[in-house]
């Protein structure tokens, strides 16, 4: 069974950075396709970035010039890296697992963890 744990989350003010860390661990066959995600209470969940195999990687047109994703493969860690972070960021963020590494879209994934919650003060 695949577990993924989320750290990293805080509060920060606007224009400050934060790094958010994903831990995989248990059973699995894929870290080749994982991913953030976000939430806000009464919104849908929106992906943010995923990384594929070879470590292509995609992001929301709203944070693609703000937001670096990277991952360890050694480490099974997946990383998001924000830099001038708006209000508008503050979400709970959600790492994400596509469990037959399928990475052409957000609806790929399938495996979650718990979030980390992100808050940006003006």
């Known amino acids: 069974q695949v577990q993924l744990v989320e750290s990293g989350g805080g509060s920060v003010q606007a224009g400050r950075s934060l790094r958010l860390s994903c831990s995989a661990s248990g059973y699995y066959t894929r870290f080749d396709c994982m991913g953030w995600f976000r939430q806000v209470p009464g919104k849908e969940r929106e992906g943010v970035a995923r990384i594929n195999r070879v470590g292509v990687a995609t992001y929301a047109e709203s944070v693609e010039d703000r937001f670096t994703v990277s991952k360890d493969n050694n480490q099974n860690t997946l990383y998001l890296q924000m830099y001038s972070l708006k209000p508008e960021d503050t979400a709970m963020y959600y790492c994400?697992?596509?469990?037959?590494?399928?990475?052409?879209?957000?609806?790929?994934?399938?495996?979650w963890g718990q979030g980390t919650q992100v808050t940006v003060s003006s």
């Open positions: 994400a697992s596509s469990h037959n590494g399928a990475c052409y879209a957000w609806s790929v994934f399938d495996i």
